[in-house]
C-alpha cells in the first residue's frame, strides 16, 4: 500500500529529527568529557594523549573545595526550609478558602518569571540595610524564594492526585485533624515531599545568578566558584569538574525518575 | 469543629516568606529613584534621572538586543523542542521514554555556569566545531561563533530546551487521542491530522512554553556573559557591571525596574495574542 510507504517514511524522517536534536541536547556534555580527559593543557582536538590529572587539580583547588562547602550548606538549610514552607503552603491552597489566598500564590509563584538578577540585587541591597550582608542568613533566604515554586508545585500535583477517601475514613473513625495528618496524608505525600525537596536542593545547589549577587568570598557557592575560575583560567580543570557534575546529576536524574516517576511528577503522562 | 484546621500554621511562614520577597523587590524600586553618589555606596536623594538616563541609545540598544535574542531563542527553542516533546509523550516504549526524560531533564538541574562553559569548548576558535570542521577540510579559517549573537542564541537555546520541552509535554500529554483517532477514521492523512487536530489543541502548551522560555533567557546572564564576553550585551550584564564595577546600583536598580516593566509587556502582550489561539480547542 503506498500509504503506509508514505507513513513510514514520515516516522522515519520524526526520528532522525529526534535522534538529531538528542544529539543537539547531549553534544556540550559529551565534548566537555572530551577535554576534561586531554592531557595537554591547551584546548585541542582530538586529544594526543589522555590523563586523569585535571580532575585531581580540580579536586585539589581550594575555591572549588570551599564553594562545594559552602553550596551544602546554603542548599541544606534552603531546600529544607523551602520544603517545610512549600508544602504547609501548598496543603492550604490545595483544601482551604482564605483571604488574599490568589495574592500569597502569585508572589510566591513569581520568581519562576522575575530574572534571577533582579531578585539576587534586592536581597542584596535588603542585606547592606539590615547589616546581614557577607551572612549565609541572606543567601538561604534568597535561594529559599527562588526553589519555593518549585516545591510547591511538586507538592500540589502529589496532593491532587491523593484520594481523600483515606482521611475521611480515618475521621469517620474518631481521628483528630492532627492524627489525621500525620498517620494518613503525610505518608502518601512522601513522593511529592522527597521529589519536590530533591529539585528545591539541586536548582539551589545549581543557582547561579543570584548567588553571584549575594554571595561574598566566603559564602561563595560552587557555581560562583566555577564561573571565576573561567575568568581566569583556561585550563581543563573546569571541564574535569564540569564532568563530574554532569555526571552526578545525571545519576541523580536516573534515580528520581526510577523510584519517583519523573513522568507523573512533571505532569507529562500521557491521558488516554 | 474547626473545618479549617492549621490555617493559620500553615500560611504564616509563606506569608513571611512572601513578604520578605517584597521586601527585597520594594529595595530595588527604591534605590532605583535615588541618586547615585560616585565613590559612595549609600545612595542620594530621590530622582527621576536615572530612568531618563535609560534612554540614552547606549542603554536602549541593549534593550533592544535582549528583546531580540529573547526571542529569536524562544522560537528556535519552540521548533527544536517541539518534535522532542512530542516524541516523549507519544512513544509507546517505558525504555525510550526513561531515556528521553533524562536526557531532557538533566541539563535542567547542571545550572548555567556547566552548560556555558561547555558551549565555550564546543564553539570556540579552538573547540570541537572548528576543530572538526578544519580537520576535515570543509572550512580554512575557523569559523566566529564566540562574541557572535548567534553564539550566544545557540548556548541559550540549550539552557532553554528542558523547560520548553516540559511545558510542551505537558500540553500534549492532556489531548485526548480520541479527536486524533476520529480525524484519522475520516481519512485524513498524518500531516494533516497534525497540523490541524494536535497542533491546535497544545496551543496551551505553546504558549506556556514560549513565555517562560522568554522570561527564563531575560534571566540569563553567565551565558551571554562568557559567550558574549562583552561584546553581546544583555540586560543582565548590564545591572552586573554596572553594580560591581561602577558600584552605582540606583542605576542598576533602575535597569531591573525597567526590565521587569518590559518583561511583564512582553508577556502580557504574548498571552493576549494567543488568546484567541486557544480558544481554538472544543473544552
Redesign the interface.
Known amino acids: 500500500m503506498p500509504?503506509s510507504n508514505?507513513?513510514r517514511l514520515?516516522g522515519l524522517i520524526?526520528k532522525l529529527?529526534?535522534l538529531l536534536?538528542?544529539g543537539?541536547?547531549?553534544?556540550?556534555?559529551a565534548?566537555?568529557t572530551?577535554?576534561a580527559f586531554n592531557d595537554r593543557a591547551?584546548?585541542?582536538?582530538?586529544p594526543q594523549a589522555w590523563s586523569w590529572r585535571w580532575f585531581a587539580k580540580a579536586i585539589a583547588y581550594q575555591d572549588f573545595r570551599d564553594g562545594f562547602r559552602n553550596g551544602l550548606i546554603v542548599t541544606a538549610w534552603s531546600s529544607t526550609i523551602a520544603l517545610?514552607?512549600?508544602a504547609?503552603?501548598a496543603?492550604?491552597l490545595h483544601?482551604?478558602?482564605?483571604r488574599f489566598r490568589k495574592t500569597?500564590e502569585a508572589?510566591?509563584l513569581?520568581?519562576?518569571?522575575?530574572?534571577?538578577?533582579?531578585?539576587g540585587?534586592?536581597?542584596?541591597?535588603?542585606a547592606?540595610?539590615i547589616g546581614w550582608n557577607r551572612s549565609y542568613a541572606v543567601v538561604i533566604?534568597?535561594h529559599?524564594?527562588l526553589v519555593?515554586p518549585f516545591v510547591l508545585r511538586s507538592v500540589y500535583v502529589s496532593l491532587r492526585n491523593l484520594d481523600q477517601s483515606y482521611e475521611r475514613a480515618a475521621a469517620s473513625l474518631g481521628a483528630s485533624?492532627?492524627r489525621v495528618?500525620a498517620t494518613i496524608t503525610l505518608p502518601l505525600l512522601i513522593p511529592g515531599l522527597v521529589s519536590g525537596w530533591l529539585?528545591a536542593a539541586?536548582?539551589s545547589?545549581?543557582?547561579?545568578?543570584a548567588s553571584?549577587?549575594v554571595t561574598a568570598q566566603r559564602t561563595q557557592t560552587l557555581?560562583v566558584a566555577?564561573?571565576n575560575y573561567?575568568?581566569e583560567f583556561a585550563d581543563p580543570s573546569?571541564?574535569a569538574l564540569?564532568v563530574m557534575?554532569?555526571a552526578a546529576?545525571?545519576a541523580?536524574?536516573?534515580f528520581a525518575?526510577a523510584y519517583l516517576g519523573?513522568?507523573k511528577v512533571?505532569?507529562?503522562?500521557?491521558?488516554? | 469543629m474547626n473545618p479549617q484546621p492549621f490555617l493559620r500554621t500553615f500560611t504564616a511562614p509563606a506569608a513571611l516568606c512572601a513578604f520578605g520577597f517584597l521586601l527585597a523587590l520594594a529595595a530595588v524600586l527604591q534605590f532605583s529613584l535615588r541618586a547615585y553618589i560616585p565613590g559612595s555606596l549609600d545612595p542620594g536623594g530621590f530622582t527621576l534621572s536615572n530612568f531618563a538616563d535609560l534612554l540614552k541609545p547606549l542603554y536602549a540598544r541593549v534593550f533592544f538586543d535582549t528583546v531580540v535574542i529573547c526571542f529569536l531563542t524562544a522560537i528556535s527553542t519552540l521548533i527544536v523542542g517541539y518534535p522532542l516533546a512530542y516524541a516523549l509523550v507519544r512513544t509507546q516504549s517505558a525504555v525510550i521514554k526513561s531515556v528521553l526524560l533524562v536526557i531532557v531533564v538533566t541539563p535542567l538541574f547542571l545550572g548555567e555556569v556547566v552548560r556555558t562553559y561547555s558551549w565555550i569548548i564546543v564553539l570556540g576558535n579552538n573547540g570541537f566545531i572548528n576543530s572538526v570542521l578544519l580537520n576535515v577540510g570543509i572550512i580554512r579559517q575557523p569559523i566566529q561563533f564566540m562574541f557572535t549573537t548567534l553564539g550566544v542564541v545557540v548556548a541559550l537555546v540549550h539552557v532553554t530546551m528542558p523547560v520548553m520541552v516540559i511545558m510542551l509535554a505537558a500540553g500534549l500529554s492532556h489531548i485526548d487521542r480520541d479527536y486524533q483517532r476520529a480525524a484519522e477514521s475520516l481519512g485524513a492523512g498524518p500531516i494533516r491530522v497534525f497540523l490541524t487536530v494536535t497542533l491546535p489543541l497544545s496551543m496551551p502548551g505553546v504558549v506556556a512554553g514560549v513565555t517562560t522560555a522568554f522570561a527564563w533567557t531575560f534571566s540569563a546572564f553567565a551565558t551571554p556573559q562568557l559567550i558574549g564576553g562583552g561584546r553581546v550585551n544583555m540586560i543582565s550584564n548590564l545591572v552586573y557591571q554596572l553594580g560591581f564595577s561602577s558600584f552605582n546600583f540606583p542605576f542598576a536598580a533602575s535597569l531591573c525596574v525597567a526590565g521587569l516593566a518590559l518583561t511583564i509587556v512582553v508577556l502580557s502582550a504574548l498571552r493576549l495574542a494567543a488568546r484567541p489561539l486557544e480558544n481554538i480547542g472544543p473544552h
Request: net charge positive.
Open positions: 500509504r508514505y507513513q514520515l520524526g529529527a529526534v536534536i538528542l543537539f541536547l547531549v553534544l556540550p556534555a565534548v566537555v572530551i577535554a591547551i584546548l585541542s582536538f582530538p517545610v514552607i512549600g504547609m503552603f496543603f492550604a483544601r482551604y478558602q482564605f500569597l508572589v510566591l513569581s520568581p519562576l518569571v522575575i530574572p534571577h538578577f533582579t531578585v540585587l534586592g536581597f542584596l541591597i535588603l547592606a540595610q533566604a534568597c529559599v524564594v519555593l485533624p492532627l495528618l529539585f539541586m536548582l545547589f545549581n543557582e547561579f545568578t553571584l549577587f557555581p566555577m564561573y573561567v575568568r573546569m571541564a564540569s557534575y554532569i546529576t545525571a541523580l536524574i536516573v525518575n519523573l513522568g512533571l505532569n507529562i503522562e500521557q491521558s488516554r
